[in-house]
């Protein structure tokens, strides 16, 4: 792939001026073969060249350290004095080391010296008193070994590490926003790199061939944690920009069966880093793909630049797509598998495949009698439900105020206010769910508990702050049919009431006493039908239910810490028509919201310390109200609706200020919203 050069690996040979870009290797494989996996394993550029002509062994570095001239001032920050065969001037072996950091394994036998320049470096040997020992050189320094030490002794350089470096650091690239969820994925400690391309905060969608020892043998790709620590470069379209992004562990990897792919979680979420879109159509013959990679290059071994070539599309399968370079541009090369291979639309990115194979024809260390220069990728247009679901996994509960909504697509999303800003998070996650009809939550200390009907039954989930969500469980006792739902916590029991089939009003109570929930079955509250239900908890324990009649009228009823269900009254005031009802306990106060006939928002309170309810309903706003939920906080009451054009908003009755504020639409872009709740965690 074409970039500036960062790392130019010279192949110093006899003539010592001469550096060749692409080094003679194996032969090509034959025509009836797949491409080779895109995947980096650190092997040396050239170095059974180097051995025929220098007499040294070049195994595998990480690009920080390469083979240079000596006869060249500047070029080189690491010179090791040493006997070769065939001799050279002076007994030279030079080293680029441009950066403050850089590793190679090598062997070069009857070793005298290591002089540095600029770096501090530690080399590890082998001589003939002892198999292994290492050898600390300050920037600028200079250290006999082997023979220089002990006429006796002969030395062989294994290691050579930077450590350190003297010089000033270039000006690192800034990241580009538009290309930030690419990332540089390495495996094992130099065993292997590829790239990848972050799709969620949590996950990372990379190849799966990146994560095999066996090359073309997936099946050894298994779930689970990778068998190698591996590490992701997030956010750093320059690696050497370490005042951006971020490095993360890599803690399970979930591969696919059916292609070569895999999306690895990252042990801690990436933010501030927009995560790729997963385009929802097919790569098509003819079209034009853009793909940055952290692969070779032409002259480059192990790049420390994004840098992005552009492919057309050419025959497309069920999970494959093959692609060519475009005129002018480069192929992929090793370290591009994983790649993620963009298209533009309208102006906006959508990850189409990732890169996985390549023909390699240009790239460095390959043949230069291999002159093909296609590669495979992965579909992964089809792969979005699947993602969705990995991505649930993950969705972080934050502290704050909590608003679960069902939206057009049946299925729940959540958002809060986070405690940390003491504002919105701007997006909704996904909940995954479908064919819900009704929701409502709860919060016992640091944990949300969510409620809803699906498909007529009865499900629950929990999400404890700092944590992800649970798996959906049924609620026992058989429930069916059920259109409406209402929760509120008593200590650690939950009392949860449903309107059943027939409208009429079921109890049940979960005891989170041990943290799973053990429920007590469901039991019909006589023979009162409702279309809407809401509660609260006042300090006493006593659980308040409160219900919008088949009628259209409002009515409540109690159940005493220690006592049975008292019977239904009626709501004074005199309200007829509702179509919504939430409930909010401030103490001893109950704040309870309707919503009117025409959809406008109406207000009553009551005074359960004192024994009497408001005589009348207070008209607090004139929308066109659909839906309605509120959650109390300290001495203010938050109020979260659906509007008519079925967007969701928000205002609090903040009773310090003795005011309602005005409405303002929840950021994140909802729509088609049908049900809604709101809670608040600590």
């Not at 110093?12 to 090509?28: E, I, K, L």
């Not at 750093?236 to 971020?246: C, H």
């Not at 895999?262 to 853009?290: F, N």
């Not at 109020?639 to 409405?663: F, I, L």
Request: charged share 15%; net charge negative; hydrophobic share 35%.
């Amino acid at each position: 792939m074409t970039a500036v050069a960062t790392a130019l690996v010279l192949s110093t040979v006899a003539g010592w001026g001469t550096a060749s870009a692409a080094p003679a290797g194996a032969a090509p494989t034959a025509a009836a073969d797949a491409p080779s996996a895109a995947v980096e394993t650190f092997g040396y550029p050239g170095s059974a060249q180097i051995l025929a002509a220098r007499g040294i062994t070049l195994t595998r570095g990480d690009g920080g350290i390469t083979l240079t001239d000596c006869g060249k001032a500047g070029s080189f920050q690491i010179k090791v004095r040493a006997i070769t065969t065939p001799p050279n001037p002076n007994d030279e072996v030079c080293f680029a080391a441009p950066g403050a950091s850089g590793y190679l394994a090598l062997s070069i036998p009857n070793a005298y010296r290591v002089s540095t320049y600029g770096r501090s470096v530690r080399a590890s040997l082998s001589t003939d008193h002892k198999p292994t020992e290492t050898v600390d050189v300050a920037a600028g320094g200079d250290k006999g070994i082997g023979e220089t030490l002990d006429p006796n002794s002969r030395a062989v350089v294994l290691e050579l590490r930077v450590t350190g470096s003297t010089a000033p650091a270039p000006a690192p690239q800034p990241t580009d926003p538009a290309l930030a969820f690419a990332a540089k994925v390495n495996v094992g400690d130099g065993k292997r790199s590829c790239t990848g391309t972050l799709v969620d905060r949590y996950w990372l969608m990379t190849a799966a061939s990146c994560f095999t020892d066996t090359p073309n043998d997936l099946s050894t790709v298994t779930a689970g944690p990778p068998k190698d620590r591996t590490t992701a470069t997030v956010g750093r379209t320059d690696l050497t920009n370490t005042g951006t992004g971020a490095v993360v562990d890599v803690a399970e990897l979930v591969p696919r069966t059916d292609r070569d792919l895999v999306m690895a979680r990252l042990a801690t979420p990436v933010d501030g880093i927009t995560p790729a879109v997963i385009a929802g159509t097919a790569p098509t013959a003819g079209e034009t793909l853009r793909i940055p990679g952290y692969g070779r290059t032409a002259t480059d071994w192990v790049p420390t630049k994004l840098h992005t070539t552009t492919h057309t599309v050419g025959a497309v399968t069920a999970t494959a797509v093959d692609t060519a370079p475009a005129a002018g541009q480069a192929a992929l090369c090793q370290g591009d598998a994983g790649a993620p291979t963009l298209r533009g639309t309208n102006g906006s990115t959508e990850l189409a495949a990732i890169a996985t194979r390549s023909w390699q024809g240009g790239c460095l260390d390959t043949p230069s009698t291999e002159t093909r220069t296609g590669a495979n990728a992965t579909r992964v247009d089809d792969l979005g439900p699947w993602v969705k679901v990995l991505s649930y996994r993950t969705a972080e509960v934050k502290a704050g105020l909590h608003v679960q909504i069902v939206g057009g697509n049946t299925g729940l999303w959540d958002t809060a206010v986070d405690r940390r800003t003491n504002s919105w998070l701007g997006s909704w996650s996904p909940i995954d769910s479908s064919a819900l009809t009704a929701v409502d939550s709860v919060t016992i200390g640091d944990t949300v508990h969510v409620f809803v009907a699906g498909a007529g039954r009865v499900y629950t989930k929990d999400g404890k702050v700092g944590g992800a969500w649970t798996p959906w469980r049924e609620v026992p006792g058989g429930a069916a049919g059920v259109q409406g739902i209402t929760a509120t916590a008593r200590g650690n029991t939950v009392s949860l009431q449903i309107i059943g089939s027939d409208k009429t009003v079921w109890d049940a109570t979960g005891d989170y006493g041990n943290g799973t929930g053990s429920w007590s079955g469901w039991v019909k509250l006589g023979d009162n039908t409702a279309d809407h239900l809401s509660s609260a908890t006042t300090p006493d324990n006593t659980v308040h239910l409160y219900s919008v009649g088949t009628d259209g009228r409002v009515y409540t009823r109690d159940k005493p810490a220690n006592g049975s269900w008292t019977q239904w009254i009626e709501i004074p005031g005199g309200a007829v028509g509702v179509k919504g009802i939430t409930a909010a306990a401030r103490g001893n106060t109950v704040d309870l919201q309707i919503i009117g006939g025409l959809g406008d928002l109406f207000t009553t309170y009551g005074h359960y310390d004192l024994g009497y309810w408001d005589p009348q309903w207070q008209k607090v706003s004139d929308n066109r109200l659909k839906a309605i939920s509120s959650s109390a906080e300290g001495n203010v009451v938050h109020v979260v609706a659906v509007n008519e054009d079925n967007k969701v908003y928000s205002r609090d009755a903040d009773y310090n200020a003795g005011t309602w504020t005005p409405w303002r639409e929840i950021p994140g872009g909802a729509t088609g919203v049908t049900a809604i709740t709101a809670t608040t965690t600590g």
